[in-house]
């Protein structure tokens, strides 16, 4: 029999979270710095929820500041991506705090940051789909090669994505496998952003087929950075193929 009311049971657990902070105060997941309390960084390391200035609706770059937010850029009108649109928590040049997380998390061996950034990547979708929308969207992370998993020893992507679905509760399918190594996008000796990518996905092997799961449903492509969208329309299109009805993309940064 719990002879506390419920009242005063969750006056206890406020206390004792003021307690806790009290003794030992939050601080920054980056320079160890005070953070403000809600675990996004420091002053100098504070993590952006959206990028800065007005922004491509179809692919989230950076647009001139004439040009009102929402409108294509110049390469969506001229050659528009696989996918209908991006959210993006970041500005990668534009914003070093944002870069300097997703450098901690991607190269510096900092899995445990997933979880903050994926969040906050997914309150940023609840934010911007309609709620009552059912069935709910998928989440598709996009897939790592097995060699570059086991030279970094975690799927950056799909933490991400497994963080973000935390937020509404949606579904991550892993539906889609890396089907050859590719350069990283843009380095030297590397071929074109497109080439590089080309026919480089393909539907995971799983039972049931991912098909099932994916026909007629919105998905989100989850990854880390939006360098020139052709990794996202790749994976975007072997979503079509899966029978995907709208493809978006979710990803900490557009560089």
Request: charged share 25%; glycine share 10%.
């Amino acid at each position: 029999m719990d002879l506390l009311d419920p009242g005063l049971r969750s006056l206890s657990r406020d206390g004792l979270a003021h307690v806790a902070d009290a003794v030992f105060p939050p601080f920054c997941p980056l320079c160890r710095g005070p953070d403000r309390g809600d675990g996004l960084g420091c002053r100098e390391h504070r993590l952006p929820l959206e990028p800065a200035g007005p922004r491509c609706g179809r692919c989230a770059a950076a647009l001139p500041p004439a040009i009102a937010h929402g409108e294509r850029c110049a390469g969506c009108r001229l050659d528009p991506p696989s996918f209908l649109g991006a959210i993006v928590l970041a500005d990668y040049r534009a914003q070093p705090a944002g870069r300097e997380w997703i450098l901690a998390f991607k190269h510096g061996r900092r899995p445990d940051l997933a979880r903050t950034l994926g969040r906050a990547l997914g309150a940023r979708l609840a934010e911007n789909r309609a709620c009552e929308m059912q069935p709910p969207p998928l989440l598709v992370p996009v897939p790592l090669h097995w060699l570059r998993r086991f030279e970094r020893g975690y799927d950056q992507a799909l933490l991400l994505a497994r963080a973000a679905a935390e937020v509404e509760g949606l579904e991550v399918v892993r539906a889609l496998s890396r089907s050859r190594s590719t350069a990283v996008q843009g380095s030297i000796g590397a071929p074109s952003r497109t080439a590089n990518v080309a026919k480089a996905f393909a539907p995971r092997r799983t039972w049931p087929p991912a098909s099932r799961r994916i026909l007629g449903r919105e998905v989100w492509l989850v990854d880390d950075v939006v360098t020139s969208g052709a990794t996202a329309s790749e994976c975007a299109r072997a979503l079509k193929r899966l029978g995907a009805a709208r493809i978006g993309v979710l990803a900490l940064a557009r560089a």
